[in-house]
């Protein structure tokens, strides 16, 4: 009973006919070809080369749909039923394409290839089942081209995307990545590391006692996370700034400055205070080398330069915490 109730509302690929066949391929090419067309406007104004190479996939995707309309037109008249990917058990499935619109391009193209070669497989399958000579005809020889799609995305490829182009891509790739993670995660490391040194440290000297310290290190960590995630999310939808998704920003912000807060915080688990404190500012210097690190590699700041911004400002919030402490 329970295998019965689970195939409900889905029929086996085995059971369509040759007529729900065709339609079942008719709606699948329709639907590959919005998802390149989708793709391209997607990748226009950043990728115009690589939205050549979708648009001309989509015109592909079209000319099989108007030869598998023509047999089906020649064999079952004008009226196509509805039968879409969704309601065959098995069917290969698609992402919506606008899950696919903030993935790297290179995904993007391996996305495109794995369709093609779902595509081949399914019309060797209908290919078999198929009793008619021409239609059998068709579908084996939309399984041969839907095979060689991949080499047309590789020629298509070569065509559109000169060494100049690719490199070209692969710097705008790069500067997008940086934009939606790297200097919003930066700038939560910076937030979490040294705007939390006072309090912690400050509680730290002014108790004595490693759990208060503790706890005051966590909710530092936490509270700064969350309000630099939503401040992310809330400063800049990246539609004008080109800086990406609010979503992805406010996350790699919100996770980095807890991070950085949680680092000088979690060693005041350890009970005895000199060993907690001691090891708390070992990891500061080393998330200070972090930063300075990331900030030369992925914002090109030179060495001198990083060293003495972060050296200075986690110099000053330190100092600031301990006298507090103190005091």
Sequence with gaps: ??????????????????????????????????????????????????????????????????????????????????????????????????????????????????????????????????????????????????????????????KYLSEEAKEAEQKTEHKQFILTYVQPGLAGLMDGSVSTLAPIFAAAFATGDTWQTFLVGLAASLGAGISMGFTEVASDDGVISGRGSPIKRGLATGIMTTIGGLGHALPYLIPDFWTATTIAIIVVFIELWVITWIQNKYMETPWPRAIFQVALGGALVFGAGMLIGNA
Excluded: C
């Design 1 to 158: 009973m329970l295998s019965r109730f689970f195939r409900v509302g889905k029929r086996d690929f085995s059971s369509l006919s040759e007529k729900e066949i065709l339609a079942l391929a008719i709606s699948s090419e329709e639907d590959d070809g919005r998802i390149y067309l989708a793709y391209a406007e997607a990748l226009n104004d950043q990728y115009p080369d690589t939205a050549k190479i979708f648009e001309e996939m989509a015109e592909e995707e079209s000319e099989h749909r108007n030869r598998l309309i023509d047999i089906f037109k020649k064999r079952f008249g004008d009226t196509i039923p509805l039968i879409r990917r969704e309601h065959v058990r098995g069917y290969y499935e698609r992402k919506p394409d606008w899950l696919m619109h903030n993935q790297p391009v290179e995904k993007m193209r391996a996305q495109a290839e794995e369709m093609e070669r779902q595509a081949a497989r399914f019309y060797l399958a209908a290919a078999q089942q198929s009793q008619d000579a021409d239609t059998r005809k068709l579908l084996g020889d939309l399984a041969v081209e839907e095979a060689e799609h991949g080499d047309l995305a590789k020629r298509l490829e070569d």
